[in-house]
């Protein structure tokens, strides 16, 4: 890794931990999704006081964070979009770079920490998994030149039918291949969903070497989202990417605090929960 990379890591990671907030999902084009993010200049004013320690967006709301003077969280820019959340099946699914020829060029334009990817395992679809991986070696050859951290997300999903959608799964047997293919081509940061059983977590830190972050998925309830938390964090994750689990609640700076405490002091997800009640 170039000595480039290494500076926006450490603004990215304090002491190797990370809480990245994401509120990328509106390149989803899944109306579920913006629940709670309709007002994205608030939300992205009442993240920056929270204060996790990056904030996940596409180019589009970049200048939200970016504007903003004084200490503020890292951004980490989402580069790719795809058809892989929606509802429906769709007669083909792809996943694209937003600009194939310039993969990283808004990330750089606005001074951000990381790129993050999506490397997608549907069943029955090679196609995108082939332009997921298109996708990562375009900014692995662009990442390299430029001292960019990239962040690969894994995830295996669901067969067609499975749910409202296509839903990642939990089971570390699928889970660890994909992990080491994503480490494999290239991976400064792994992005992957939790095991079924948290305490086989340590399995796919294992897989990743390198720093490993668990994906919130869908809003859980906060106690259990705290619980699993603190699990995963004792497995060997070095930190969280939350979305719906932050922006959906109630009181979206106490999930914050709760959180940062269980990354970064280590606490239990009893003590987390009750750091979350405290003015909630």
């Not at 990817?117 to 662009?142: K, Q, S, W």
Request: aromatic fraction near 4%; include cysteine; charge should be negative.
């Amino acid at each position: 890794m170039s000595a480039i990379s290494k500076v926006r890591l450490n603004r990215l990671f304090n002491q190797g931990k990370c809480l990245d907030v994401a509120i990328d999902h509106g390149i989803a084009n899944e109306p579920d999704f913006l629940i709670g993010l309709e007002d994205i200049t608030r939300v992205m004013q009442n993240l920056i006081v929270a204060r996790p320690d990056a904030i996940q967006v596409n180019y589009g709301q970049a200048d939200l964070l970016q504007q903003h003077q004084g200490d503020k969280p890292a951004l980490v820019m989402r580069t790719d979009v795809g058809n892989a959340y929606n509802q429906a099946r769709h007669r083909e699914m792809w996943a694209v770079l937003h600009n194939p020829e310039e993969p990283i060029l808004a990330a750089l334009q606005m001074d951000a920490a990381a790129v993050v990817v999506n490397l997608y395992l549907i069943p029955d679809e090679p196609t995108i998994f082939r332009m997921c991986i298109e996708n990562i070696g375009r900014l692995r050859h662009a990442c390299e030149r430029y001292g960019m951290p990239l962040m690969v997300e894994p995830l295996v999903m669901a067969p067609a039918g499975q749910g409202a959608a296509y839903g990642s799964l939990g089971d570390v047997e699928k889970i660890v291949p994909l992990v080491r293919l994503a480490r494999e081509l290239g991976a400064d940061i792994i992005k992957a969903d939790p095991t079924d059983n948290p305490e086989d977590f340590h399995r796919v830190v294992e897989a990743a070497r390198c720093p490993t972050l668990v994906r919130g998925g869908g809003k859980g309830e906060i106690s259990a989202v705290l619980n699993k938390s603190a699990a995963l964090m004792a497995q060997g994750a070095s930190g969280m990417v939350y979305g719906r689990n932050v922006y959906q609640h109630d009181n979206p700076a106490q999930v914050v605090k709760a959180l940062m405490a269980i990354i970064h002091q280590g606490v239990s997800g009893e003590e987390a929960l009750a750091i979350y009640q405290q003015n909630a």
